[in-house]
């Protein structure tokens, strides 16, 4: 067991920092930073892929709402007709999180077939909205994806909502 113990802690020394990102190829999830809603290892690079080529028919788009958002630095929305690490065709950043549309935006919407989400942070000090006590703070962002037809979801809540002090939580049951 001590042995064991002692590998983990050697793997995440090695390791540097706990996984994030990944291929998602459902067509409702979550996104979320690395033990969420504490704070971030900096500095963090994650890639979530969005990868709805065979959920897409007409009309199909990937929304990723912004419910629990709280960094508003190094946060950008990519789409792609095509995207794997060797080939990537049309991308176009979509969306950029800053300090002004962190608290205005509700969702980024893409009817391209992938939406790449990347995070990357150097530090923590100016990124964040609520770092207020030690006991209210909240770091990085648990937000959900759906891959669906249709018009986007009007009932999601966002921070804005709950006045950034409340917890909000999507009304979808994600399983
Ligand atoms: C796609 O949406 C358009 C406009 O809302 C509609 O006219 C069309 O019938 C839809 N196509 C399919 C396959 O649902
Ligand atoms: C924030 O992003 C919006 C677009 O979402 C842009 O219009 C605005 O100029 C940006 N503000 C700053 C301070 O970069
Ligand atoms: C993350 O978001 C999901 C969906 O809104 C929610 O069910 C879950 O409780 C949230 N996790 C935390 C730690 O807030």
Redesign the pocket.
């Given at each position: 067991m001590r042995t064991f113990l002692l590998l983990l802690v050697m793997a995440a020394a090695a390791g540097g920092r706990p996984r994030c990102g990944g291929v998602l190829t459902a067509a409702r999830g979550i996104l979320q930073t690395p033990g969420f809603p504490a704070e971030l290892p900096v500095p963090i690079h994650c890639e979530w892929v969005i990868d709805a080529q065979n959920l897409a028919s007409p009309n199909t788009s990937i929304v990723v709402y912004l419910t629990q958002l709280y960094v508003h630095e190094g946060l950008s929305f990519t789409e792609y007709q095509v995207y794997d690490k060797t080939y990537q065709l049309d991308g176009r950043v979509i969306?950029?999180v800053?300090?002004?549309?962190v608290v205005q935006?509700r969702w980024v919407q893409s009817f391209q077939n992938f939406l790449v989400i990347t995070l990357k942070l150097d530090s923590i000090d100016s990124a964040h909205l609520r770092v207020l006590d030690r006991f209210l703070d909240v770091y990085g962002f648990n937000i959900t994806y759906e891959v669906a037809r249709g018009p986007v979801r009007t009932d999601s809540c966002t921070i804005m909502d709950c006045g950034f002090t409340g917890i909000c939580y999507d009304h979808y049951t994600y399983v």
């Open positions: 969306h950029t800053n300090e002004t549309n935006v």
